[in-house]
């Protein structure tokens, strides 16, 4: 079968009135060179505006969660620490770069050296925990000395339980994802 999906496609041939050769279409059309759509739950999208790949990224369904989830529920004030697990993922990365327009210490938590180092180089954001190192809450307590205010949750498990003991008085927790429960066949 077709391993589902978020694709950007070109409109190679259209019986639609609303979309046209060479119209370019972001969609679930599944991982698959070819895609039949009735034009239900696509969008149009304009290479011209952005890389027709960051409609599946920052300007895409990730940007808009991690907008959306940090701006409207975490509410973040500049000066405050934002820490968002999965960091290195499409909608943590865009969280901790937007804490970091905030005037935010963003703090991410991520799986592996190499993963915190492309957390803090290429995303900016101030500090990067590395999970798999074992210690992560002495070393969460070391990344946000002050206390967490922010904590935009895309694992739930171990790492949530971790950041609940530093999160300060009114400290506001978009809950995003439990990527670490969903194969889980016991509660945890």
Do not use: H
Request: proline letters at 4%.
């Amino acid at each position: 079968e077709v391993m589902i999906g978020g694709a950007v496609g070109e409109v190679v041939r259209s019986n639609n009135p609303a979309f046209k050769e060479g119209d370019f279409l972001v969609g679930s059309f599944g991982w698959q060179e070819y895609a039949l759509s009735k034009g239900n739950g696509v969008m149009k999208v304009d290479p011209a505006r952005a890389p027709l790949s960051a409609y599946l990224g920052a300007v895409g369904m990730p940007g808009i969660t991690a907008y959306i989830g940090l701006l409207d529920i975490g509410a973040p004030k500049a000066g405050e620490t934002v820490v968002v697990s999965a960091a290195s993922g499409a909608v943590g990365c865009v969280v901790g770069q937007i804490a970091k327009m905030r005037g935010c210490r963003a703090v991410g938590i991520a799986g592996g050296a190499a993963k915190c180092a492309l957390v803090m180089g290429e995303f900016g954001f101030d500090a990067c925990i590395d999970y798999k190192a074992g210690g992560l809450d002495q070393a969460l307590r070391a990344a946000a000395p002050g206390g967490v205010d922010v904590y935009f949750d895309n694992v739930g498990g171990e790492v949530l339980d971790a950041v609940l003991k530093r999160l300060n008085a009114f400290a506001r927790i978009p809950l995003c994802g439990q990527i670490s429960q969903y194969n889980e066949t016991e509660p945890y």
